[in-house]
């Protein structure tokens, strides 16, 4: 490991380890202000006078991919997959979707725990040519919002900040 933390001094001060190795370093290992940053979580944790693991300052989940239903599918392999992200507590959906039940309430998909608005959030979509709401639930659900759309496809692209 002393290796290690001598490479980052001389690169700038960001560590790179696994959570276990981040849990296992010591004060004499890491120096205040360093960025720790765990290769299998994507957080990030700062190194301070008090914690030699750091306090976490950065947290990314990367992208999960979505789980469609009522007909929804991904457009295809040249286009963004239906996925979704965190990043701290703002969250990224993403992805382009074809040939799903256009219906007024009809469920596109369900966000993990974690991954959740507060409060009912009605975004806008692009869908096939033409502006469209969405709405997302605190239970995780995407629904087609107040006008029906086409099956033809729908670009989600839409952030808020997660509360469940």
Do not use: C
């Given at each position: ?107 596109i998909t369900t ?10 959030q009605q975004k ?41």
């Amino acid at each position: 490991m002393q290796r290690i933390a001598d490479r980052v001094e001389q690169i700038g001060g960001v560590l790179r380890v696994t959570s276990t190795e981040r849990q296992q370093l010591t004060a004499g290992q890491t120096k205040v202000g360093w960025l720790i940053s765990e290769t299998d979580t994507g957080l990030v944790y700062l190194r301070t006078a008090d914690r030699p693991q750091g306090l976490l300052i950065i947290e990314d989940t990367g992208w999960i991919d979505l789980t469609l239903a009522n007909g929804w599918q991904n457009w295809g392999e040249a286009y963004e997959i239906a996925r979704v992200r965190r990043l701290n507590r703002t969250v990224h959906v993403t992805g382009l979707i074809r040939n799903g039940d256009p219906g007024i309430g009809v469920r596109i998909t369900t966000l993990p725990v974690g991954f959740r608005p507060g409060k009912v959030q009605q975004k806008v979509v692009w869908a096939n040519g033409q502006a469209r709401q969405v709405d997302i639930y605190p239970d995780g659900r995407i629904l087609i919002g107040d006008t029906p759309t086409s099956t033809f496809r729908m670009t989600l692209d839409m952030s808020f900040v997660a509360e469940q």
